[in-house]
């Protein structure tokens, strides 16, 4: 388990979005508040596992999980790359007001009597060399159907999609709020996927603040 370095990975990225922060053992508060931001990395012989924990005023924690391909730094750089690529922009936008058009999509969700900001993500894509990983069409109209049929009452709510193609043979995961979701994840598995050789993923996270 690494901390220092992450950490100073994350204050690196704070620091190039202008975002003035403390950081207090291994957590980074932005203007030395909540919500605040750590990550750990657990290595592995050729891939590891990064853990980003996001602590909310609340005290809500948030956790996303991203694989990091490669031995030793190699492996912690690819994770944080993951990371940055796929989840970092979203916390941004929704929790520190600091929106990229390129990274975020910004929408006026109305669910029952509650209406929430949707701060979406980007789909985030790994495929193996050559490979071009295919998105089925109107998968994020699948996956926003399923999310607004929830009956969602909290300030802050949050998902993860997760699809995987290894060699034909599928890994679908869905999460509400750090829970497995069972309909998230019959939608995202029934939206068409190809079967290839080879391997490639896909995967999606958004958050929903109350206004």
């Known amino acids: 388990m690494i901390t220092s370095t992450t950490t100073e990975y994350l204050s690196r990225l704070f620091d190039a979005h202008g975002i003035a922060h403390v950081t207090e053992g ?3 508060a932005p203007d030395g508040e909540l919500p605040a931001m750590r990550a750990i990395w657990h290595p592995g012989d050729a891939t590891g596992r990064l853990d980003v924990h996001v602590v909310l005023p609340d005290k809500t924690i948030i956790e996303e999980n991203f ?3 490669g031995e030793a730094e190699d492996g912690l750089n690819d994770g944080m ?3 940055t690529r796929n989840s970092f922009h979203v916390f941004l936008s ?3 007001g600091r929106t990229d058009e390129e990274q975020v999509t910004m929408e006026n969700w109305s669910m029952g009597d509650r209406a929430y900001m949707a701060h979406i ?3 985030g894509t790994r495929g193996s060399a050559g490979m071009q990983p295919p998105i089925p069409d109107g998968l994020f109209g699948r ?5 607004r049929a929830e009956p969602l009452t909290a300030p802050t709510h949050w998902f993860r999609f997760f699809f995987c193609n290894l060699n034909g043979d599928f890994t679908v995961e869905a999460l509400r709020d750090n829970e497995p979701w069972d309909a998230g994840e019959h939608a995202l598995r029934s939206a068409g996927w190809s079967a290839q050789d080879g391997y490639y993923s896909v995967r999606l996270f958004l958050m929903l603040r109350a206004v």
């Open 26 to 28: 291994d957590w980074i």
């Open 67 to 69: 694989a990091g391909i």
């Open 81 to 83: 790359a993951n990371f």
């Open 94 to 96: 929704a929790l520190w």
């Open 121 to 123: 993500g980007n789909f």
């Open 143 to 147: 996956l926003e159907t399923a999310i």
